[in-house]
C-alpha cells in the first residue's frame, strides 16, 4: 500500500471517528506503523475530523521525525505496544465516552475490564485490560502497557480512554468501536443483573473463531454481584 494511501486511511478513519463523536476535540491519535519499522502518526494537537495528508508525521525506527508535524504526545503508549504486540501495525486511540466512564468504576477488574457480553465484543477486541491513572504523555505509561507483555490489543487507560491495536487500520478502528459499545452496554445493564455468556458459549467462540484470550477463565473472575458468569 503506498505511502498516500496510508495517510487517506489514516485521514478518512479520524474523520468517521470524530464525526460520530467517538474522540472530541483535539484528543485521540492513530498511528500506522510500516515496513521499514518507521510510523506515520496523527500530530499533536491535531483533531481527528480535520487531518491534512501532508501534515501527518512521519518517524524513522528510532522515532525521530522525517517529516510533517510534531507527533502526538502520546507516542511512549504507541511505542510500548507496538514493542510488545508484534502482530500489531495500527493503533487507535480515543476518548470515548462510555469507555472513559468505565475506566472509573470502582468494580472493574483491570484483568478484564468487560464481561462476556457479546460474541463481537469478544471476536474484536478480545479482552480489555486496565492500567491505572498516569499523566497524558508520562513516559512511565509505556512501562505499564510493556507490563502487559502483548497480551492484550485492547487497552484502557484510567480517566483517559482506549488504546486498541490491530493488524491493520481497519481492524484496529472496529475493535475500538465494539469496546466503546460494549462499554454503553454495560453502563446501561449497571446493576439490572443482564444474563452474560456462559463460559461454554465463550469457549465455542474461542474455537470456531481462533480466539487467543488473556485468560484463562475467558474474564469470569469479575467481582460484580449482579455477574451470572
Known sequence: M??????DDICRFGRSLFERGL?????????????DGGWLVTPTNASL???????????????????GDAPTKE???HAALYETRTSARAIVHLHSSH??????LPEIDPKAVLPPMTPYYLMRAGQTALVPYYRPGD???ADAIRGLAGRYSSVLLANHGPVVAGETLEAAVFATEELEETAKL???????NPRYLSPEQVADLTRVFGLTLPQDDHGHDHD???DHG
Not at 474522540?23 to 491519535?29: A, D, F, H
Open 23 to 35: 474522540t472530541p476535540g483535539s484528543s485521540g491519535n492513530i498511528s500506522l506503523r510500516l515496513d
Open 2 to 7: 503506498t505511502d498516500a494511501k496510508l495517510r
Open 139 to 141: 513516559p512511565a505509561v
Open 49 to 67: 475530523g480535520f487531518l491534512d495528508p501532508a501534515r501527518i508525521t512521519r518517524l524513522d525506527a528510532q522515532g525521530r521525525l522525517v517529516s
Open 99 to 104: 469507555s472513559v466512564a468505565l475506566s472509573m
Open 224 to 226: 460484580h454481584s449482579h
Open 186 to 192: 454495560y453502563l446501561l445493564l449497571r446493576g439490572l
Open 75 to 77: 507516542i511512549p503508549l
